[in-house]
């Protein structure tokens, strides 16, 4: 079917029909269903090049999802089949969609210039020339991705190079879904923010989206920008979240060394109301697939404008980080009478927050490749992570760093599916991902199985450590006296 949408005859506002998203991951899977579920008249499809991904999405057995997110598999099984479908046919869903949202993923560059630090947008650009070339009529572009400012330049560049015949209106709307809370973030967002070109169809174009949304978002959270605001909100407000969290990580440091407790003084501050207590939970450090990809996307696009001093401030979240990840894994050492080799370091948590599968740039990756180093033997449970996921993450850091053999290395890995075994006859337990779980293990039971001292490394602070040291444990928490 040619969706031709021919803007030059619609100028109001495109009815949108037919939506292809490109990129079945955290974000496209999840926004995309819930899309599908509020808008039961637009047919929306979700393709990747990925088609184990693919497979996955379209699986009969619903705890399969290659995502998990708390509320989605209902709202997949709702959908699916109905009007959401996934699919390896990307140029079909191309031609047939008036609007194509670009979600796939835009790492950090691992090579040549900007490696470290500029966003690959590599991905981007494929996708770009791909919707060029099968395109069939005019259509909407949604930047969906996270983006350096100005990349719609760059795509309209390629959309207009490649193909002169159809017009491609350009929007940014990006994602602010956080990871474990992606369906309700969906369900009612603070805010959707919709940036676009300011000429008459380029309006027309956010005026189809905000009609979209429109659908189970209240109006007055639908803010609409200049394309070049939206594309720096997005990096800022990922900039602005992780700086939060560094400045608490940082002031746990000093409570450690003056005996005051971070949680007391995170409250404190959290109750001005212009400071406010979100995000200032205090932690082994921030992980997740974004917030150091974005910073350092943010400190190069400074760099490259020639703002040296703005670049360093921001690049000191990340080093903060750093010290925070590096300071717990040496924490562990040093109490463990300065060697862990051989001795049995438990994790509880592999994930980078609770209620998701996602390991990306986990703090627990970090402090393991730490304790490796001092030759410690890591016996990992998570309840939603995989052990050829666990095994995999090593194996990438250790090649990154490039100095370990990882056969070698993997005989000091072990996965659980059972948090009592990976704890059994343990020298000391690490606390990793905040799991509810966690709270309410047998800890008296535990303590018997263990070596003695028993220790416990808190580094999210949510077990009860008056109880556990009642119990016998040597219990260390991020920011608390005593670490
Ligand atoms: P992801 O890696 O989970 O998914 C991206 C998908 O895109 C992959 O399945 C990949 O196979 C597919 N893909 C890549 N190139 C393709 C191509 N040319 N054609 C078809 N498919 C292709 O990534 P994600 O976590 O969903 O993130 C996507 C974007 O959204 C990133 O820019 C990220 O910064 C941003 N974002 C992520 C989150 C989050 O919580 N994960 C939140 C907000 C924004
Ligand atoms: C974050 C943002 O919250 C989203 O708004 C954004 O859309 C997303 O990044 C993105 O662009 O990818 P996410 O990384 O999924 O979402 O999860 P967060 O809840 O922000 O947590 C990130 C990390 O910070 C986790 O490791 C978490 O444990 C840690 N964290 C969070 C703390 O250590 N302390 C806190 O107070 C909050």
Known sequence: MNRDMNFKNQAKQPVISSICCIGAGYVGGPTMAVMAKKCPHIKVTVVDTNSKRIDEWNSDDFDKLPVYEPGLKEIVCETRGRNLFFSTDI?????????????????????????????????????????????????????????????????????????????????????????????????????????????????AAVNALVG????????????????????????????????????????SALCEKTGADVDEVAKAIGMDSRI???????????????????????????????????????ESVIKINDYQRKRFAKQIIEDLFNTVSGKKIAFLGWAFKKDTNDTRESAAIYVAYELLQDRAEIHVYDPKVSAQQIIGDMKNMLQQNGNQSFDEISQLIHVYNDPCEALDKAHAIAVLTEWDEFKTLDWEKIYRSMYKPAFIFDGRNILDATMLRKTGFVIKAVGKQGI
């Open 212 to 251: 979209i949304y429109l659908n189970w978002i209240p109006s007055e959270k639908i803010i609409t920008t200049r394309i070049w605001s939206s594309e720096l909100s997005k990096l800022t407000a990922n900039a602005f979240l992780a700086q939060r969290i560094s400045s608490v990580n940082a002031i």
């Open 91 to 203: 140029d079909s869903a191309i031609c047939n969609a008036e609007m194509i949202f670009i979600s796939v993923n835009t790492p950090t560059k691992d090579y040549g210039l900007g490696r470290g630090m500029a966003a690959d947008l590599k991905y981007i650009e494929l996708c770009a020339r791909r919707i060029a070339q099968v395109s069939n009529g005019d259509k909407i572009i949604v930047e969906k991705s996270t983006l350096p400012v100005r990349t719609a330049e760059s795509l309209k560049t390629i959309l207009e190079s490649e193909d002169a015949r159809h017009t491609f209106k350009i929007l940014s709307n990006p994602e602010f879904l956080a990871e474990g809370t992606a369906v309700n973030d969906l369900l009612e967002p603070d805010r959707v923010l919709i940036g676009g070109e300011q000429d008459e169809q380029g309006q």
């Open 276 to 314: 406010g207590h979100k995000f200032l939970k205090s932690s082994v450090g921030f992980g997740g697939s974004c917030f150091q990809k974005d910073i350092l996307n943010l400190v190069y696009l400074c760099r490259h404008f020639n703002l040296p001093e703005v670049a360093d401030y921001w």
